[in-house]
T-cell receptor, first 111, second 115 residues
C-alpha cells in the first residue's frame, strides 16, 4: 500500500528566501508525482506533474524533482513571496489512476 | 475554459439524513474522481469513473456511500443515513485519460457538516 509523507508539516520563512519542500513515498512503482497548492477553504490547484520517466519539471519560480529509486520528490520555490503562503500537497499516482496524498506542508511567507 | 464545478459549496444536515453532492467535470474529460478531505489531512480517494462505469470504488468507506455518472459527464455522490464522522470536504477531480500522463484537476469542494 502506497504511503506518502511530507516534511516539514509547517514552515515559516521571510520573504525572498528560497525553500525546499520534501515528499517521500514508499512504493517506487509510480506513474506520476503531482504537486498541488491549497489555499484555506479552497480546492486544489495543480502546480506541477512529473512523469515517472522524468527527473524534474519547472514552472516559473517552481521546480519539482523526482527520484523514484529513493522514493523522494522535492518542490523548490525560489524567491518566496507572501502570496506563496498556502498548503502544498504532493500526490503519487500508481497504476490504478487514483492519487495517494501526503498530509501537506503549510507554508507561511512573512513580509 | 470552465474548470470543475461542485454544488453545493456547503451542506449542513442532521445525523441520519440523506445527501447528494454534485460534480460537473471539465468538458471532454473522460475520467472523474471523488476524494474526501478531513481537517488537517490530505485528500483520500473514494471512487473513480472512466466514462459511465466505476472503474475503482475501493475507497468508499461502506455501503452508505454510492456514486453515479449515468451519462459519462456529471456525477453525484450519495450518502445515506449520514453520521457525524462523514463531516469533511468532498472533492471532485477530472482528467483526460489517453495522454501519456494523467493530470487531475480539482473542483472547489463541498463542505459537508453532519450535526
Amino acid at each position: 500500500k502506497q504511503e506518502v509523507t511530507q516534511i516539514p508539516a509547517a514552515l515559516s520563512v521571510p520573504e525572498g528566501e528560497n525553500l525546499v519542500l520534501n515528499c517521500s513515498f514508499t512504493d517506487s512503482a509510480i506513474y506520476n508525482l503531482q504537486w498541488f497548492r491549497q489555499d484555506p477553504g479552497k480546492g486544489l490547484t495543480s502546480l506541477l506533474l512529473i512523469q515517472s520517466s522524468q527527473r524534474e519539471q519547472t514552472s516559473g519560480r517552481l521546480n519539482a524533482s523526482l527520484d523514484k529509486s529513493s522514493g523522494r520528490s522535492t518542490l523548490y520555490i525560489a524567491a518566496s513571496q507572501p502570496g506563496d503562503s498556502a498548503t502544498y500537497l504532493c500526490a503519487a499516482q500508481g497504476g490504478s489512476e487514483k492519487l495517494v496524498f501526503g498530509k501537506g506542508t503549510k507554508l507561511t511567507v512573512n513580509p | 475554459g470552465a474548470g470543475v464545478s461542485q454544488t453545493p459549496s456547503n451542506k449542513v444536515t442532521e445525523k441520519g439524513k440523506y445527501v447528494e453532492l454534485r460534480c460537473d467535470p471539465i468538458s471532454g474529460h473522460t475520467a472523474l474522481y471523488w476524494y474526501r478531505q478531513s481537517l488537517g489531512q490530505g485528500p483520500e480517494f473514494l471512487i473513480y469513473f472512466q466514462g459511465t462505469g466505476a472503474a475503482d470504488d475501493s475507497g468508499l468507506p461502506n455501503d452508505r456511500f454510492f456514486a453515479v455518472r449515468p451519462e459519462g459527464s456529471v456525477s453525484t455522490l450519495k450518502i445515506q443515513r449520514t453520521e457525524r464522522g462523514d463531516s469533511a470536504v468532498y472533492l471532485c477531480a477530472s482528467s483526460f485519460i489517453g495522454e501519456a500522463y494523467n493530470e487531475q484537476f480539482f473542483g472547489p469542494g463541498t463542505r459537508l457538516t453532519v450535526l
